[in-house]
C-alpha cells in the first residue's frame, strides 16, 4: 500500500487510499464459495484544487467511473478516504443524519454519461429541475419556476423549454438539462462522468464550451471523467492516468501531454487521432492483451504489456513518488523528461 501525496490546504477535494473490492463467488451444491475479488479502485490517491479541473483517463475498465461513484457514495468504498474542504465525505453521507447528508450533497454533484436515460422520461423539464429543491428544501414552491427559468438560460436553453418533456429534445440538450439539475442546489464541485461521450463531434464542443464557461463564471470545481484525451486536455488543468484500478501518473495537463513520463501514458496519448492523412502515425502499440480482473499481475500490474519491463518491475510495485509542481509517479524505469 502506498503512502498518501502530500494534499495543499487549497485543495477542495481530497481522496486517500480510496478502494472499491467486489467479491466473486462459485454456486456450489449447498453456498456459495468465495473465489477471489475484483480490486475496481485499489488504494488510489489524488487531489482536485478549488477552481480547477482534473481530468481522470484511462482505458474502458479501469475504474474511472467506480472511483466517481465510490466518492460520492452511490456505491459503498472497500477502503480509504475522501474530504471534501476538509470534512469527511463518506463518513458524513455514510452517517445517520439526513440534514447533515443533504448539506453535503449539495456541495457536490453528479452528471451523468448518457443524457438519454439520465432524465425521467414521464417529468417536464420544470418537474426535474424542480425536484432538487423540493428534496433539498431550498426555496419555497411559488419561487421554482423563477429558478426553473434561470437554470435554463444558465445552460443555454430558453423558458419554454420547461414545459416539454425529454423525448423532445436532441441530445445536446439532455445533457444541458444535465447539467442544469447539478447546478439546482449551488454546489462547489461536479463529478463529470463522460459528460460528453455519447455526443456529436460539434455538439460535444458546445457542452465543452459551456461547462468551461460555468466554471469561470460560477468558480465550480471539476472532476472530469472522459476516454477522448481532446476532451481532457481542452477542459483539465491537471490529468491523472489510471490503469487496472490504479494511478500510475498525476501532472499538469501541458506537461502530460508533451512529456508523459508513464510508458502506458504515453502510449495513451499516442492514440490520439491526428487530422492529417500525410502525417506518418507515431502510435505506440502496446504488446499483449489486457489482464483479467480477477488474475492481476504482480507487482507492476503494466509490465505485462510494458516494452521497458525488467525483472524488478515483476516482483516490485512501483510507489507512487510526489515529483515537481504537484506531479506524481509510479513507475521503476520511466522515461526521461525533455532537455530544458
Request: net charge positive.
Amino acid at each position: 500500500m502506498t503512502g498518501p501525496l502530500p494534499f495543499p490546504a487549497r485543495d477542495l477535494l481530497e481522496v486517500r487510499g480510496l478502494q472499491k473490492l467486489y467479491p466473486v463467488s462459485r454456486r456450489g451444491m449447498f453456498r456459495r464459495h468465495r473465489i477471489g475479488e475484483i480490486r475496481a479502485v485499489d488504494d488510489i490517491s489524488f487531489s482536485v484544487a478549488r477552481g480547477q479541473t482534473l481530468g481522470l483517463v484511462g482505458e474502458s475498465g479501469c475504474g474511472k467511473s467506480t472511483t466517481a461513484r465510490a466518492i460520492l457514495h452511490l456505491i459503498d468504498a472497500s477502503g480509504g478516504e475522501v474530504r471534501l474542504g476538509g470534512q469527511d465525505l463518506l463518513q458524513t453521507l455514510r452517517g445517520p443524519d439526513r440534514k447533515a447528508e443533504l448539506a453535503m450533497r449539495r456541495r457536490v454533484q453528479y452528471v451523468f454519461q448518457d443524457p438519454y436515460l439520465s432524465l425521467n422520461p414521464r417529468w417536464t423539464i420544470a418537474q426535474t429541475l424542480s425536484e432538487p429543491l423540493r428534496v433539498h428544501d431550498l426555496l419555497p414552491r411559488p419561487a421554482w419556476r423563477d429558478r426553473v427559468i434561470e437554470l435554463l438560460d444558465l445552460v443555454g436553453l430558453e423558458p419554454h423549454h420547461a414545459d416539454r418533456y425529454p423525448h423532445e429534445f436532441s441530445g445536446g440538450q439532455r445533457q444541458r438539462v444535465g447539467i442544469a439539475r447539478a447546478l439546482a442546489v449551488d454546489p462547489e464541485l461536479l463529478i463529470l462522468d463522460e459528460p460528453v461521450s455519447s455526443l456529436d463531434v460539434s455538439v460535444r464542443a458546445q457542452i465543452l464550451n459551456l461547462l468551461a464557461r460555468l466554471q469561470a463564471e460560477l468558480g465550480l470545481t471539476y472532476l472530469f471523467i472522459s476516454h477522448d484525451l481532446s476532451s481532457v486536455r481542452f477542459l483539465s488543468t491537471r490529468v491523472a492516468v489510471m490503469y487496472l484500478g490504479k494511478i500510475v501518473e498525476i501532472a499538469d495537463v501541458d506537461r502530460l501531454f508533451e512529456a508523459p513520463r508513464h510508458p502506458y501514458s504515453r502510449a495513451l496519448l499516442s492514440a490520439i487521432p491526428v487530422p492529417d492523412p500525410d502525417r506518418p502515425s507515431a502510435r505506440n502499440t502496446l504488446l499483449g492483451e489486457i489482464p483479467s480482473a480477477m488474475n492481476m499481475p504482480a507487482a507492476c500490474r503494466f509490465h505485462t504489456r510494458c516494452p521497458r519491463a525488467s525483472a524488478v518491475c515483476k516482483a516490485h510495485e512501483p510507489p507512487m513518488e510526489p515529483g515537481p509542481q504537484g506531479s506524481a509517479l509510479a513507475c521503476h524505469h520511466p522515461l526521461e523528461p525533455p532537455a530544458p
